[in-house]
């Protein structure tokens, strides 16, 4: 079955550390974005990519990083000047820039802590 | 830059009672709208999406929306809830330019609890 993987599940970090958040997908889709879930504040977009080797900053990006280097990848590093990273994060994709096909897929998420 | 307000934060309705949720949007142009649902532990699913034509939209396991456009609105409604319809909410837009949709702004959420 196609679908989003998104890896670890629960990840913990000690404060000054980066880390990075793995997403891939086998959908074939071209366009891939990663969002922050807060309680209370919905899905805040932090960075997309609509095909290889490019991306945009969302409205949160700073304090992330990301690379696109193959189509089906698109990890997200949360670095250490991320003031407040304890959160859910959800990967997901589409088809293109064109939505209208099915909305996105998402992935499971990965719930980081910061210790 | 578009947003999306979902008014209610926390419904708590009993098994079999009506559920009408908010979402309102700010934007301009035309706009592509969708309503996601994420149930406990799982992913978000597509419960419905409005792209054109008919405002009225059906979704999976009974649930609608009414697109109307001159309240900048879309909101989600089901006649007769079912405790499994507890879950998370959100409303989302994505305004379209160029011809085409891009990436989604999702509002709030709102949190449904049924009572059995």
């Known amino acids: 079955d196609g679908g989003i993987t998104q890896s670890p599940k629960y990840l913990f970090r000690k404060e000054g550390q980066n880390v990075t958040l793995s997403c891939e997908q086998n959908?074939?889709?071209?366009?891939m974005y990663w969002y922050r879930q807060d309680p209370g504040q919905g899905l805040r977009l932090i960075y997309y990519?609509?095909?290889?080797?490019?991306?945009q900053k969302g409205d949160i990006a700073e304090g992330y990083s990301v690379s696109r280097e193959k189509k089906e990848s698109f990890p997200l590093t949360v670095t250490s000047a991320q003031k407040n990273p304890t959160a859910f994060y959800l990967c997901?994709?589409?088809?293109?820039?064109?939505?209208?096909?099915?909305?996105?897929?998402f992935g499971s998420g990965t719930r980081l802590t910061v210790v | 830059a578009q947003s999306v307000s979902q008014h209610n934060h926390h419904v708590i309705l009993s098994e079999a009672a009506s559920l009408e949720l908010g979402c309102n949007y700010s934007y301009g142009g035309t706009v592509n709208l969708f309503w996601y649902v994420q149930y406990p532990g799982q992913h978000l699913q597509l419960l419905l999406k409005?792209?054109?034509?008919?405002?009225l939209v059906k979704g999976i396991k009974g649930f609608e929306a009414e697109f109307i456009k001159s309240k900048f609105s879309f909101n989600l409604r089901k006649p007769s809830v079912q405790w499994s319809d507890t879950a998370e909410y959100f409303c989302?837009?994505?305004?379209?330019?160029?011809?085409?949709?891009?990436?989604?702004?999702f509002g709030s959420g709102t949190q449904l609890t049924v009572l059995p």
């Open positions: 409005y792209f054109s034509g008919d405002p």
């Open positions: 997901a994709s589409s088809p293109g820039s064109d939505l209208r096909a099915r909305g996105y897929t």
């Open positions: 990519s609509q095909i290889v080797n490019d991306f």
């Open positions: 989302a837009v994505s305004p379209i330019s160029s011809g085409s949709a891009r990436q989604l702004t």
């Open positions: 959908l074939n889709h071209d366009a």
